[in-house]
C-alpha cells in the first residue's frame, strides 16, 4: 500500500498521545513554499521530516564531522566528534520519544540541528568567540542562538529566501534548547515536549560519551568513578547480567550503556504529562557524575590544554580579521557588523580549517 500525506498524517495522529506536537498542527513556516511548487510537485513527506531532510543535506551540519566534542576533531578515529554527539543525540531523543508517545521526527530534528552553530574546539572556542565579541562592545556568543542563525540565515540553498525556512516548533526547539553547559537561570516550561527531550537526550549523551571517551583515552580512570552513585548501580547491574571477568573495553560499553538506560528510564517514569525531567534522586546523581568528570577529564592538562590552544587561535584570528576585513568571505561581509561577519565565519570553521587559517595568517603555532 502507497501511502500519501494525508495518510500519513492520520497513521500520525493515531500513534500520538494526546500531547504530541502532530504535523498536520505545525504553525508552519515564515516563508511559504506553496507558491513556489508547480501543480503536481506537491510532496508526501511530512514536514518535519522535511525539516530533517534539509538540515541532513545543510552544509554546517556536515561541517560537525570535523568540530570537537571534548577532543579536537583530529585527535584519534575513535573519539566524538560534533557530528556523532548530534547522531547520538538525535537516537536518545527518538528513543524517549517513542516511549511516551512524542513526535520522534520533530524531536529528531530539533536535535540534528541543536550544535550547528557550535564553533571550532568546542565550549572553548564558544568562550573565546564569547570575550572577542564583548571585548569590541557587542553582545556575547551562545551556540544555541547561533544555531538558529544558521538555520534562519546563514545557510542559503534556495533562491526564495535565506535559511532552511524551518517549522516554527523546530525553531522553538532551537531557540530553548538549555542543558547544564548552557546560561542558568533559564526556565521553558513552555516549550513543547520534544523540545524538552531533546534538552535532556543532549545531558544524557555527553555525560556518557564523554565518560567513554575519557576513559578509553586513559585520562579517567575507573578507579575515579567507582564512588558515584549512578555508576554503582549500573555496576550492579552489569555483574548481575554479565558476571565478573569482562575485558575492560567491553565493561566500559556495558556500563555506559546501562547508565544511558537508568537515565532514560528515570525519565519516563517520573513523566507526568506536565515537564520532561530527571527525578530529584537521579539529578542529584548526574550532578555527582559531571563533577567527576569536570575534576577528572575536563579540566585535566591533557583535555584543556589543548583547548586552551584552540581557544588562543580563536582569539588571534578574530583580532587578524577586525584588522584585515578584506580576509573575510564577501558573503560574510554583507553583514553590516563586521564583528558579526567574523563571528559568523569562525563560528562556522572546523578545528582543521581554524588550524590551516591561523597559520596562514596569523603564523602562531597550532595543537
Given at each position: 500500500?502507497?501511502?500519501?500525506?494525508?495518510?500519513?498524517?492520520?497513521l500520525?495522529?493515531?500513534?500520538?498521545?494526546?500531547?504530541?506536537v502532530?504535523?498536520?498542527?505545525?504553525k508552519?513556516r515564515?516563508?511559504?513554499?506553496?507558491k513556489?511548487?508547480?501543480?503536481g510537485?506537491g510532496?508526501?513527506?511530512?514536514?518535519?521530516?522535511?525539516?530533517?531532510?534539509?538540515?541532513?543535506?545543510?552544509?554546517?551540519?556536515r561541517?560537525?564531522?570535523?568540530?570537537?566534542?571534548?577532543?579536537?576533531?583530529?585527535?584519534?578515529?575513535?573519539?566524538?566528534?560534533?557530528?556523532?554527539?548530534?547522531l547520538?543525540?538525535?537516537?536518545?531523543?527518538?528513543?524517549?520519544?517513542r516511549?511516551?508517545?512524542l513526535?520522534?521526527?520533530?524531536a529528531e530534528?530539533?536535535?540534528?540541528?541543536?550544535?550547528?552553530?557550535h564553533?571550532?574546539?568546542?565550549?572553548?572556542?564558544?568562550?573565546?568567540?564569547?570575550?572577542?565579541?564583548?571585548?569590541?562592545?557587542?553582545?556575547?556568543?551562545?551556540?544555541?542562538?547561533?544555531?538558529?542563525?544558521?538555520?534562519?540565515?546563514?545557510?542559503k540553498?534556495y533562491?526564495?529566501?535565506?535559511?532552511?525556512?524551518?517549522?516554527?516548533?523546530?525553531?522553538?526547539?532551537?531557540?530553548?534548547?538549555?542543558?547544564?553547559?548552557?546560561?542558568?537561570?533559564?526556565?521553558f516550561?513552555?516549550?513543547?515536549?520534544?523540545?524538552?527531550v531533546?534538552?535532556?537526550?543532549?545531558?544524557?549523551?555527553?555525560t556518557?560519551?564523554?565518560?567513554?571517551d575519557?576513559l578509553?583515552?586513559g585520562?579517567?580512570?575507573?578507579?575515579?568513578?567507582e564512588?558515584a552513585?549512578?555508576?554503582?548501580?549500573?555496576?550492579s547491574?552489569?555483574?548481575l547480567?554479565?558476571?565478573?571477568?569482562?575485558?575492560?573495553?567491553?565493561?566500559?560499553?556495558?556500563?555506559v550503556?546501562?547508565?544511558?538506560?537508568?537515565?532514560?528510564?528515570?525519565?519516563?517514569?517520573?513523566?507526568?504529562?506536565?515537564?520532561?525531567?530527571?527525578?530529584?534522586?537521579?539529578?542529584?546523581?548526574?550532578?555527582e557524575?559531571?563533577?567527576?568528570?569536570?575534576?577528572?577529564?575536563?579540566?585535566?592538562?591533557?583535555?584543556?590544554?589543548?583547548?586552551?590552544?584552540?581557544?588562543?587561535?580563536?582569539?588571534?584570528?578574530?583580532?587578524?580579521?577586525?584588522?584585515?576585513?578584506?580576509e573575510?568571505?564577501?558573503?560574510?561581509?554583507e553583514?553590516?557588523?563586521?564583528?558579526?561577519?567574523?563571528k559568523?565565519?569562525?563560528?562556522?570553521?572546523?578545528?582543521?580549517?581554524?588550524?590551516k587559517?591561523?597559520?596562514?595568517?596569523?603564523?602562531?603555532?597550532?595543537?
Amino acid at each position: 500500500m502507497i501511502y500519501n500525506k494525508a495518510d500519513l498524517e492520520q497513521l500520525e495522529d493515531k500513534r500520538l498521545a494526546p500531547y504530541a506536537v502532530r504535523s498536520k498542527d505545525s504553525k508552519g513556516r515564515k516563508f511559504d513554499e506553496g507558491k513556489f511548487r508547480g501543480p503536481g510537485k506537491g510532496s508526501a513527506r511530512l514536514c518535519f521530516q522535511k525539516d530533517r531532510d534539509r538540515i541532513i543535506h545543510s552544509k554546517a551540519f556536515r561541517r560537525l564531522d570535523e568540530k570537537t566534542q571534548v577532543f579536537p576533531a583530529f585527535f584519534g578515529d575513535h573519539y566524538r566528534t560534533r557530528l556523532t554527539h548530534t547522531l547520538e543525540v538525535a537516537q536518545i531523543s527518538r528513543d524517549i520519544c517513542r516511549r511516551m508517545g512524542l513526535n520522534e521526527d520533530l524531536a529528531e530534528t530539533i536535535a540534528l540541528a541543536h550544535d550547528l552553530g557550535h564553533p571550532p574546539f568546542g565550549h572553548a572556542g564558544e568562550d573565546a568567540l564569547d570575550e572577542a565579541l564583548k571585548a569590541v562592545g557587542a553582545d556575547g556568543f551562545e551556540h544555541n542562538q547561533q544555531s538558529k542563525r544558521v538555520v534562519e540565515k546563514l545557510e542559503k540553498l534556495y533562491p526564495n529566501f535565506d535559511g532552511l525556512n524551518l517549522s516554527i516548533e523546530v525553531l522553538e526547539g532551537l531557540e530553548k534548547h538549555k542543558t547544564s553547559w548552557d546560561q542558568e537561570g533559564v526556565e521553558f516550561a513552555d516549550m513543547h515536549f520534544e523540545g524538552q527531550v531533546v534538552n535532556l537526550a543532549d545531558e544524557i549523551a555527553y555525560t556518557n560519551h564523554d565518560m567513554d571517551d575519557g576513559l578509553r583515552s586513559g585520562i579517567l580512570k575507573l578507579d575515579d568513578l567507582e564512588g558515584a552513585a549512578l555508576w554503582k548501580e549500573a555496576k550492579s547491574d552489569v555483574l548481575l547480567r554479565y558476571g565478573e571477568g569482562l575485558e575492560d573495553e567491553v565493561f566500559i560499553s556495558r556500563m555506559v550503556s546501562q547508565i544511558i538506560y537508568l537515565m532514560i528510564d528515570d525519565i519516563v517514569a517520573v513523566f507526568d504529562e506536565m515537564k520532561v525531567q530527571f527525578s530529584g534522586e537521579m539529578s542529584v546523581k548526574v550532578s555527582e557524575l559531571r563533577e567527576i568528570l569536570f575534576e577528572k577529564f575536563y579540566l585535566s592538562d591533557e583535555v584543556k590544554g589543548r583547548l586552551d590552544q584552540g581557544r588562543d587561535m580563536i582569539g588571534t584570528l578574530f583580532s587578524y580579521y577586525m584588522s584585515n576585513p578584506e580576509e573575510v568571505p564577501a558573503k560574510y561581509r554583507e553583514e553590516e557588523r563586521l564583528e558579526i561577519a567574523i563571528k559568523d565565519y569562525i563560528a562556522g570553521m572546523t578545528d582543521r580549517f581554524l588550524e590551516k587559517e591561523v597559520k596562514k595568517y596569523a603564523n602562531i603555532s597550532a595543537p
